[in-house]
T-cell receptor, first 112, second 116 residues
Framework: DQQVKQNSPSLSVQEGRISILNCDYT??????FLWYKKYPAEGPTFLISISSIKDKNEDGRFTVFLNKSAKHLSLHIVPSQPGDSAVYFC???????????FGSGTQLTVLP | DAGVIQSPRHEVTEMGQEVTLRCKPISGHDYLFWYRQTMMRGLELLIYFNNNVPIDDSGMPEDRFSAKMPNASFSTLKIQPSEPRDSAVYFC??????????????FGEGSRLTVL
C-alpha cells in the first residue's frame, strides 16, 4: 500500500529566495513521480514530474530531485515569486491503473 | 477544449439530506477518478472508473457513498444520508489510458460540500 508523506504543512519564503518542498514515499515500484500545484478554489494542476531513471528534472524555475535509495522527492523553486503561493502536492502512482496517491500538501507562501 | 466540469461548485445542506455531485470528464479520457480533500486527510482517492466501469471503490468511506458512470461523459457521486463529517471539497479528475505511464491527471474545480 502506497503512503506519501509531506511533513511540512506550511512554508514561508521571501521573494527571490529558494523554496524547498519535501516528500517521502513508501512503495518504489513505479517509474515516475509527480508534483501538483493548487490555488484556492481551483483544482490541482500538474506541475512537473520525474522518471525513476533520473535523479533530477528541471523546468524553468522548478526542479525536482529524486533520491530513490531514501525514497525521497524534493521540489525546488528558484527564484520564488509571490504567484508561486499555493498548496503543493507530491503524487506517486500505485495500483494497476497507476492511480495517484497524494501527499497531504504543503502550503507555500512567498512574501513580497 | 473544455476541461473537467463539476457541479455544483458549492453545496450547503442539512444533515440527513441526499447530496449528488456531478462530473463531466474531458472527452476521450477513459479513466475517471473521484477524490476528496480535507484538512486532516489531504487528497484521498474515493473511487475510479475505467471505460465507465467502477474498478476500485476501496476508498469510499461508507455505504452512504455511491458513484455511477452511466456513460463516457457523465459521472455522479451520491451521499445519502449526508453527515457533517462529509464536509469537504470533492474533486473529479480524468485522464487517458495511455497517460498511465506519466500519470498526469486533469482535475475539475471541485465541489465544496458543507453539511450542517
Amino acid at each position: 500500500d502506497q503512503q506519501v508523506k509531506q511533513n511540512s504543512p506550511s512554508l514561508s519564503v521571501q521573494e527571490g529566495r529558494i523554496s524547498i518542498l519535501n516528500c517521502d514515499y513508501t512503495n518504489s515500484m513505479f517509474d515516475y513521480f509527480l508534483w501538483y500545484k493548487k490555488y484556492p478554489a481551483e483544482g490541482p494542476t500538474f506541475l512537473i514530474s520525474i522518471s525513476s531513471i533520473k535523479d533530477k528534472n528541471e523546468d524553468g524555475r522548478f526542479t525536482v530531485f529524486l533520491n530513490k535509495s531514501a525514497k525521497h522527492l524534493s521540489l525546488h523553486i528558484v527564484p520564488s515569486q509571490p504567484g508561486d503561493s499555493a498548496v503543493y502536492f507530491c503524487a506517486v502512482p500505485s495500483g494497476s491503473a497507476r492511480q495517484l496517491t497524494f501527499g497531504s500538501g504543503t502550503q507555500l507562501t512567498v512574501l513580497p | 477544449d473544455a476541461g473537467v466540469i463539476q457541479s455544483p461548485r458549492h453545496e450547503v445542506t442539512e444533515m440527513g439530506q441526499e447530496v449528488t455531485l456531478r462530473c463531466k470528464p474531458i472527452s476521450g479520457h477513459d479513466y475517471l477518478f473521484w477524490y476528496r480533500q480535507t484538512m486532516m486527510r489531504g487528497l484521498e482517492l474515493l473511487i475510479y472508473f475505467n471505460n465507465n466501469v467502477p474498478i476500485d471503490d476501496s476508498g469510499m468511506p461508507e455505504d452512504r457513498f455511491s458513484a455511477k458512470m452511466p456513460n463516457a461523459s457523465f459521472s455522479t457521486l451520491k451521499i445519502q444520508p449526508s453527515e457533517p463529517r462529509d464536509s469537504a471539497v470533492y474533486f473529479c479528475a480524468s485522464r487517458r489510458g495511455d497517460r498511465g505511464r506519466t500519470g498526469e491527471l486533469f482535475f475539475g474545480e471541485g465541489s465544496r460540500l458543507t453539511v450542517l
